[in-house]
């Protein structure tokens, strides 16, 4: 009977033991599963962040191709004015270019924006002895 006392108590204080595991077990998981919910949320919004940053840098960069596109060699590509050196240069009909050959004709034409070049498909024929304007 003793013997049976003795038993019971050892195991009540095995139980207590494993209770107060389980407990801090139990305050551990919860810890880890907050601080994981916090890292998680952390590297969502830095992975935000660094796609903000790569979106800019790449509109940036649009913006300066688009600005060195428009805005060089005296071109302005925004409010339409347009000009080059064959529009800003129209060739008169009695000089000849200065790298024709001397007694060749003039076949020298003034070329308009948006229309196709002659020769090219789309462009309409001239006869002979005719200047495109």
Do not use: Y
Not at 21 to 28: A, N, P
Not at 75 to 89: D, T, W, Y
């Amino acid at each position: 009977m003793m013997q049976n006392v003795e038993q019971v108590l050892v195991r009540g204080e095995r139980l207590d033991v494993l209770v107060d595991r389980t407990d801090d077990l139990r305050d551990q998981a919860q810890k880890f599963q907050r601080q994981g919910t916090q890292l998680r949320k952390k590297m969502w919004w830095q992975n935000f962040r660094m796609q903000i940053i790569v979106v800019g840098v790449v509109l940036l960069l649009i913006v300066v191709v688009f600005l060195l596109a428009c805005f060089t060699g005296g071109r302005n590509c925004v409010n339409g004015n347009h000009s080059s050196a064959v529009a800003a240069a129209p060739a008169s009909p009695s000089s000849a270019p200065a790298w024709a050959a001397p007694g060749v004709p003039s076949t020298t034409s003034t070329l308009v924006p948006g229309e196709p070049m002659p020769g090219q498909p789309g462009a309409t024929p001239t006869p002979a002895g005719h200047k495109l304007l």
